[in-house]
């Protein structure tokens, strides 16, 4: 009588020498659809505000020139 040195071998129901590669664990992140809604929204009204401030810098700096230009002219 043949004994099997690893039972626990003849106990699975793969062959011997077959190849059972693992299932890949799922690395997808997971994301709250509510907080990415949120983050976007807060980073819309970041770039909006910082906008305003190079629109608003923008317009001083053209009042400024224009302010000089009269002054140059004033001068001549």
Known sequence: METNSHPE???SNVKQGQYSPRKRKD???RVNPQLA???VYQ??????VYTKRIEDA???KVQIDGKSLES???RL
Do not use: D, S, W
């Open 43 to 48: 980073e819309l009204k970041r770039v909006e």
């Open 58 to 60: 923008t317009a001083r």
């Open 9 to 11: 071998a003849a106990a």
């Open 27 to 29: 690395t997808t992140p």
């Open 37 to 39: 809604v949120e983050l």
């Open 72 to 74: 140059a002219e004033n």
